[in-house]
Every structure is written in C-alpha cells, then in structure tokens.
T-cell receptor
Framework: NAGVTQTPKFRVLKTGQSMTLLCAQD?????MYWYRQDPGMGLRLIHY???????AKGEVPDGYNVSRLKKQNFLLGLESAAPSQTSVYFC?????????????FGPGTRLTVL | TQLLEQSPQFLSIQEGENLTVYCNSS?????LQWYRQEPGEGPVLLVT?????EVKKLKRLTFQFGDARKDSSLHITAAQPGDTGLYLC???????????FGTGTRLKVLA
C-alpha cells in the first residue's frame, strides 16, 4: 500500500495563477483533510470531507476550493494564488470520525507564491 | 477559535537528559493525540489519549491527559538523538470530525 500520496511535491506560482493539488489514498478511508503548515502555527485545517461527494470548511478556507468526486481522491484548488498562500500543504485521511482514529498524512506539497 | 498552546517552542538538550512538553487549552477535547514530524515528511501518530487523567507509556515516552481534558503532557526519559523532531499535539473537537493542532515543539537531542 502506498498510503497517502500527494502531487506535486514542490511548486512555484506567480500571484494570480491557479493550480490544483491532488491527494490520493489507497486505504479506503472515508474521511480526508487538507491542512496547511506555517512556521510557529502548527497545522491549520483548510477543508475536509466525510465521504465521497461531500466537503466542508475548516479553520482557514478562504481562497481555496476542494472536491471529492471519488472516495480515494481529494483535490485542493487555488483559483488565484496569493503570496499569503505560500506554505506546506498536507493531506490526511482517517477511517472513522475524528476523536480516536489515526490520521495518516501524506508527505506534503511545498508551495511558493511569488 | 480554539487554540492549543505548546511549550516550549524550541528545546535543545544533551543525550540522556529528560524533558517534558506541554499542550494547553481553555477548551475541552474529546481526545488528544500526539504526533512526531521529521523534516520533509508528514506527521506520524504516536498516541491517542481519551479519558481524563489517562496515562500512556510508549517505551521512553509517557503521555498524560489532564483530568479536565483540556491539557496534556509528553515526557521523554533519557532522550536520544533519534527523538529529534517536531512534536505536535492535536485535540479532537467535541462532536465534530475536526482536529485542532498545537503550535508545535521542535526538539533537538545532541549526541
């Protein structure tokens, strides 16, 4: 099993450009999450999904959109990138609802917006 | 907005020393998790504590959940260079699918 994979690993964008980050998991997990990690701030939840076809907003959703058309994939989109979106983005998945279940994280995508 | 404050933010110690990392909040969580993250990788779960007052041991690591389920601590005995990394606590918000992550403690253990 590959676990959770993220594509791409690195990306540099210019302000105003758009891009999509892809997260894929092969563990048949229902729940998937997108976080961003900035120095001194831990991980902050952007959006999450509790099942195929569903999405919901997290702590910092502005400027991002997500889609979960297939259970194994969770896409994060930036329609018009801004320098404030420079960060490391992590995707995670879990089997059951939040609380006691393990979140499995991908290796991250390092995004720089110039 | 719920916050999880971790202290200290940075810690550099010699091999063999003991240390404690704290995770504090004014909010109650249904459970609390501790993760370790190494450079260039995603966080990896170390432990989940669920019951107030619960203590769990994982080899040289001891985790405690506060009685009121608002805080937690991680104690490492006889630290080793392999313990170096970023330690994150994460609280599960009551009745939701969401986790709030702490600000992180960056530990460096010198040989």
């Amino acid at each position: 099993n590959a676990g959770v994979t993220q594509t791409p690993k690195f990306r540099v964008l210019k302000t105003g450009q758009s891009m999509t980050l892809l997260c894929a998991q092969d563990m048949n997990h229902e729940y998937m999450y997108w976080y961003r990690q900035d120095p001194g701030m831990g991980l902050r939840l952007i959006h999450y999904s509790v099942g195929e076809g569903t999405t919901a907003k997290g702590e910092v959703p502005d400027g991002y959109n997500v889609s979960r058309l297939k259970k194994q994939n969770f896409l994060l989109g930036l329609e018009s990138a801004a320098p404030s979106q420079t960060s490391v983005y992590f995707c995670a998945s879990s089997w059951a609802r939040g609380g006691t279940d393990t979140q499995y994280f991908g290796p991250g995508t390092r995004l720089t917006v110039l | 907005t719920q916050l999880l404050e971790q202290s200290p933010q940075f810690l550099s110690i010699q091999e063999g020393e003991n240390l404690t990392v704290y995770c504090n909040s004014s909010s109650v969580f249904s459970s609390l998790q501790w993760y370790r993250q190494e450079p260039g990788e995603g966080p990896v779960l170390l432990v989940t504590v669920v019951t107030g007052g619960e203590v769990k041991k994982l080899k040289r690591l001891t985790f405690q959940f506060g009685d009121a389920r608002k805080d937690s601590s991680l104690h490492i005995t006889a630290a080793q260079p392999g313990d170096t990394g970023l330690y994150l606590c994460a609280g599960a918000q009551m009745g939701t699918y969401k986790y709030i992550f702490g600000t992180g403690t960056r530990l460096k253990v010198l040989a």
